[in-house]
C-alpha cells in the first residue's frame, strides 16, 4: 500500500475502543503514510455527513434499509449482543429476573447523536412496555463505571466488559424481553464502491475485525 492520503471516519467510542488499537497497530507497519481522522457516529446524521461532511466511511450499528436507497452500501464485521448488565451485588442479581422486578429497577442506557431514545426502549415500546430510565448517556465507555457504583441496571452489548476494569465487579443476565442482535459493520457511499483507496480500507477492516462466517 503506498496511499498517503487520509480517511475520515465516523465512529462512536463503543467502536474506536475496539477499532483503532489494532488497525492503528497494522497501518504503522503496512501504510504508515495513512491518517485517519476519527468523527462522532451519528445515526441521524448519517446522509449528510457523507454527502455534506465528507467522511469516508461510517463503522456502527443502528443501520436500516433506507439507506441502500439512499446510495449507501454495509458490511457486516460482526454481531453486537446485549445482556442486563449490573453490580456483582445488586438485588436483581439472584433470584429471578421476572418482568416486573426488571421495569421497577433504575435502568441507564446511552443515546447516540441522533437517536431520540435508547434502541431498547424501542423494543420495550413495541410490546408495549416502558421502563423506569432514570439515565441517559451520549457515550459508552462511561456506563460500566456508573453500574459498578449505584443500583441502576442497563441492557448494554456484553463486549463492554471485555475491555473494562469494571468487569470483575458486574454481572449479567438475560432481560425479561430481549435486545435483538444487532449487526456492527462498515458503511459507506456508493460512490466509493469501486474507489482503490477505499476498497483497501474496507478490505483491511474485514480482514482484521469481521467474525469467521458459521
Known amino acids: 500500500m503506498t496511499y498517503d492520503g487520509a480517511f475520515t471516519i465516523a465512529m462512536s467510542d463503543y467502536t474506536v475502543e475496539r477499532i483503532m488499537p489494532r488497525l492503528g497497530a497494522y497501518l504503522e507497519v503496512h501504510a504508515p503514510r495513512v491518517q485517519i481522522n476519527l468523527m462522532p457516529y451519528s445515526v441521524a446524521n448519517m ?12 463503522i456502527g450499528a443502528n443501520r436500516d434499509d433506507a439507506q441502500h436507497s439512499r446510495g449507501l452500501r454495509a458490511s457486516t464485521l460482526w454481531p453486537i449482543h446485549s445482556r442486563c448488565l449490573m453490580r456483582r451485588d445488586h438485588p436483581l442479581a439472584s433470584g429471578k429476573l421476572t418482568l416486573k422486578r426488571f421495569l421497577s429497577a433504575r435502568h441507564l442506557d446511552v443515546c447516540l447523536p441522533g437517536m431520540t431514545m435508547p434502541l431498547y426502549d424501542s423494543v420495550l415500546a413495541a410490546h408495549g412496555i416502558r421502563r423506569n430510565l432514570i439515565i441517559t448517556l451520549n457515550h459508552y465507555t462511561q456506563t460500566l463505571a456508573v453500574l459498578a457504583a449505584t443500583d441502576y441496571i442497563a441492557v448494554l452489548p456484553v463486549s463492554l ?3 473494562s476494569a469494571y468487569a470483575a465487579q458486574l454481572c449479567q443476565r438475560d432481560p425479561p424481553i430481549a435486545m435483538p442482535e444487532r449487526p456492527l459493520g462498515t458503511i459507506w457511499h456508493q460512490r466509493h464502491e469501486s474507489s482503490p483507496p477505499h476498497v483497501w480500507l474496507r478490505q483491511v477492516l474485514n480482514e482484521l475485525f469481521a467474525a469467521p462466517k458459521p
Do not use: S, V
Not at 47 to 58: N, S, T
Open 161 to 163: 466488559l471485555d475491555l
Open 47 to 58: 446522509f449528510p455527513m457523507f454527502e455534506r461532511e465528507g467522511i469516508d466511511l461510517a
